[in-house]
C-alpha cells in the first residue's frame, strides 16, 4: 500500500501536487462555509479536480474520473432545473468521456506508457468541428427551451463550450483544456446566479473557480507534452 502511495506521489511534479492539494482545500473550505449539507457536490467536486490533474498528465484514469463526475455532476444539476447541464454531462460529456477513454489508450506516446500522444487536427477538421458544433448547439437550444430551461442563454453557451471540448478530448488536441476553460467560465456564471436563490450554491461557484485554474494548467502541460514527443519522434 505505501508503495503504490509513494508510487501515485512520484507520478506527479512537486507543482502538480501542490496544485491539486490547495484545489481541493479550496473544495473542502467552500462547502464546509456555504453548503455542509450536499456531499454528492463534495464528492463530484473533488473528483472533478482529480480527473483534470491526470488530464493534464495525459493519463486516460482522467477519462475514467471524467464518466464519474458526469454521472454525478448530471444529477446535481437537475436539482437546480439546469436541464441543460444535465443533458449535456449525461448525454454527450460522459459517452465522449467513455470514447475518449477507448482513443487515449488506442493512441499512447510510447508502448506502455500511461501518457497519450498529442495529435493535431487539420484546418479541414477544424471547420467541420466549429459546423458540427454550431448544429449541436441549436437542436440543444429548442430542446432547452422547451424544458424551459433556467438560464437559457448562459446553458445554451454551455452547451457550446462543453461540445467543443468534448470534441477536442476525443482528437487528442491540446486545445481540449482551453476549450473546457470558457466552459468554466460560463458555468461561474451560471452557478453564481444559482446561488442568489440558493447560497450552497457558492461552493460550486468556487469547485468550477478551482476547475479554471487546472484547465489553463493542462493546456500548458499538454503544449510541452507536445514538444516533447515531437523532440522524440524527431
Known sequence: MKKAVKKAVMYFSKGELILWSVSVVFILSSFFVFDRENYMTL??????????IFNAKGNPFGQVLMIVFSVIYGIISFSFSYYGE???????????AVLSLVSWLRNPAAEGKNEVKVNRISKKETAFMFLLTFAVTAGFFFMLRAFKTANLFFSTLSVTTSFLAVYLTFRRSRFFALAYAANDVVLIV????????????????ICF??????????FVSWSRMRKRQNGQNA
Open 43 to 52: 464528492a463530484a467536486s473533488v473528483i472533478g479536480v482529480t480527473s483534470l
Open 86 to 96: 444535465m443533458i449535456t454531462y449525461l448525454g454527450m460529456t460522459m459517452p465522449m
Open 190 to 205: 451560471l452557478w453564481t446566479l444559482a446561488s442568489f436563490s440558493d447560497i450552497s450554491y457558492i461552493s460550486v461557484v
Open 209 to 218: 473557480s478551482v476547475f479554471l485554474v487546472n484547465d489553463i494548467y493542462g
